[in-house]
């Protein structure tokens, strides 16, 4: 089932990261989101981790990543990739609403656990 939420983010992160044409990452980017949008996360995860490798500095990639982790329950994989999202981009507005939305899923993942 697509979240609107979620595909709002990745539109998001696929425009911001658009801004540079020529970005080698671009492609690998714009794959994940496309799997992402049909619930295929694993397959989102490889594409995010290929534009990662060639851009490590985007706090974009990173959040998309947190996201994806989470969807496949990699709680702490997931709050990793939201934490060098928001350390790479400390007053970005989305990625702190991804950030604390996450922290509610999981302490109510956490408690459903014995």
Known sequence: MRSPFVLLL???????FGAC?????????????????EDRWDEAVQYW???LALTPDSAAVHNNLAVAFEK??????ARR?????????PVNAEIKANYEAFKVRFEAARKKTP
């Open 49 to 51: 981790q290929k534009a």
């Open 21 to 37: 044409a020529r970005d080698p990452a671009l492609g690998p980017l714009a794959a994940g989101v496309a799997a992402a949008s």
């Open 10 to 16: 990745f539109t998001g992160a696929l425009l911001s």
């Open 81 to 89: 990739e939201y934490e060098e999202a928001l350390r790479l981009q």
């Open 72 to 77: 496949r329950g990699a709680w702490e994989d």
